[in-house]
């Protein structure tokens, strides 16, 4: 038996509804992400980007395959927005030519002072790591890592440790020069900072960066104040590096106005800007987001970007081999 038209009609206005339903939200997660137009909870979510960039070609399809013209080419657009946004992580950048020696740069989020030492050290150890840039850094566990090997490792050293979450460290290899830190003002996090001192290579400012997490509403506009404090990059002055948990990725407007100050995202020079740093905290079922970054002057070569585990964080370290301009 036939359907009749009227039920016909019906049905086809329901599947056009639900897949209506289904790109929209893809379209204004677009619009949003080109726009740079987070705010509020909106912060939150742009996070996830990538994850909505991997589903909305599958939208796409699915409208086309309903036949609904309209919503199939607004997928679609939406669709090549978000993947042109996200693909270029995954794909290397050419490098500059920079002839220096080489620098291997680790930062790690050391969650409230929980992360485990002796792994940290022994990272630091086998990979033979010049710098090293530390969150939440606690006396104790500044103690332990000296007791651990790290005072011979890298013996200078620009420390700010406090309890809870808002210490912060810089360690090197080679000599530092006007060590410092900063505190941000509502959450009393600090930046602790310094000025490495390499053979072969100009002076090199390193700073361990770890502005305010969005992690509620409220919080919110103290993030962007935060992420509005971290130093733009000096491009016609001396070399920079950034590299910590900035508590954002870079689908957050922020972030991109920073780099387009004159740094690079070492991860993303190396098409590894995908691999997540964070998640899933304490159980909850958070797919992992990239907000931990090592940012440097566009004059720096990336080599290659690692991601290791450090027992007992909710962070993931970042393992960065650069070359540094001659001297």
Known sequence: MDTPPRARARGGRWATAACWSTVAPVAAWALLRLAGLERGPLVLTAAFTPYVAAVAPAVAALALALRRRAPAVVAALAALALLGAVAPRAVADDRPAADGPVLRLLTANLRLGSADAAALVALVRTQRVDVLTVQELTPQLAADL??????????????????????????????????????????????AYGTVLVPGAPPLRVESAHPGAPYTIDAVPQW????????????????????????????HATMRRLIATGYTDAADAVGAGLAGTWGPYDGDPIPPVTIDHVLVDRRIA?????????????????LAELRLPAA
């Open 146 to 191: 000296d007791r651990f090997g790290l005072a011979t490792l890298l013996p200078h050293r620009s420390l700010s440790p406090e309890p809870g979450a808002t210490g912060s460290g810089l360690y090197a290899r080679h000599p530092l020069r006007d060590p410092g830190h900063r505190r941000h003002r509502r959450y009393f996090l600090t930046q």
């Open 302 to 318: 990336v080599r290659d970007v690692d991601v290791r585990s450090v027992p007992r964080s909710d962070h993931r370290a970042l």
């Open 224 to 251: 962007w104040t935060d992420q509005r404090a971290q130093p733009p990059a000096t491009p016609a002055g001396g070399l920079s590096v950034l590299a910590g948990d900035f508590n954002a990725t870079l689908d």
